[in-house]
């Protein structure tokens, strides 16, 4: 059976691509396509060099583990040996989905001529079928990481937070809400909700005492008795819907900055929302955020920054 080495190279080129796309995507990771390609390219001349038996280190198990290494170093720019690691894990069980995805078509299609040499799979299947495998792959890795992320525990899901206005700053506890998609109407801003009495040290007790008058536009008196003025400019009605009560307005203010922490990740927001809520939320929390604050891909202003230790 004659074997092009282009072919080779093409074959595995898409798939380290489709494989590396995906990894990146579950991960929500930031990723540049020259990062994704560059990699995928060094996956591909690997398998050429091992088919054709160049060296035999090139086959050994070592030589492949540092090709892991470098592949997903070169298409995340790893910060840290940490995220690299985790990246390698998300990256090796996507790859094991693709080639049990890619198995499953051949053995449907049950090509004729095929031959695997060194761990590199070659034959007259087409391409469409490889390519075909990688896209099933990432379905059903995709599906299986949001099965287990949904059934992830509270504490998993707590994050530390800071509020910062003007050379105040407030520490608490957040949990990540999924459902929490709150977003300023006008500005679209993302809203992080805290529990009133935890926002005492930060403003001034006079108005949050009076959060109803604020809300129904009673606010003249206040605006006496008040003495830091500006607070007022950074207020904003939230509408929103929740059990037991559709339609509701939220007073927020808009904060100067948020600190985001979990682990060895720092997420530093500008433009976000503070919404006050009157009531308790948790036990181990007084304030919930939402995805998009965390998400490197969908940043919702244009100032907001994402610093990974």
């Known amino acids: 059976m004659t074997v092009y080495l282009d072919i080779v190279l093409l074959e595995n080129l898409c798939m380290n691509y489709i494989i590396l796309f995906a990894t990146g995507y579950i991960m929500k990771l930031k990723m540049k396509q020259l990062r994704l390609v560059l990699s995928a390219m060094l996956g591909g001349i690997y398998a050429v060099i091992a088919y054709i038996e160049i060296l035999p280190i090139y086959s050994s198990f070592a030589m492949k583990i540092l090709l892991s290494v470098l592949m997903v170093h070169i298409a995340y720019n790893s910060k840290n040996i940490k995220n690299l690691l985790k990246q390698l894990v998300v990256f090796y069980l996507t790859s094991f989905a693709f080639g049990g995805a890619a198995f499953a078509l051949l053995y449907f299609v049950r090509p004729q001529d095929i031959l695997i040499r060194n761990g590199v799979y070659v034959g007259t299947y087409p391409i469409k079928i490889a390519l075909l495998g990688g896209i ?151 304030a919930l955020i939402g995805m998009d604050l965390l998400e490197e891909r969908s940043e919702s202003n244009e100032l907001a920054t994402n610093i990974k230790r």
Request: charged content about 30%.
């Open 136 to 286: 099933v792959g990432f379905i059903i890795t995709y599906i299986a990481f949001k099965v287990v992320k949904t059934k992830l525990h509270k504490k998993d899901i707590i994050y530390n937070i800071e509020i910062h206005i003007k050379e105040k700053t407030l520490k608490l506890k957040a949990m990540l809400d999924t459902g929490n998609m709150l977003k300023d109407p006008i500005s679209g801003m993302p809203v992080i909700v805290v529990e009133k009495q935890e926002l005492y040290s930060i403003l001034p007790k006079k108005l949050l005492d009076n959060i109803d008058k604020l809300i129904g536009g009673e606010a003249e008196n206040l605006l006496e008795q008040v003495e830091e003025k500006e607070i007022f400019t950074r207020f904003r009605m939230i509408p929103f819907s929740s059990v037991g009560k559709q339609n509701g307005i939220m007073l927020g203010f808009k904060s100067d900055q948020v600190v985001i922490e979990k682990e060895d990740e720092t997420h530093m927001k500008n433009n976000v929302i503070i919404g006050i809520f009157n009531q308790n939320l948790g036990k181990n929390y007084s």
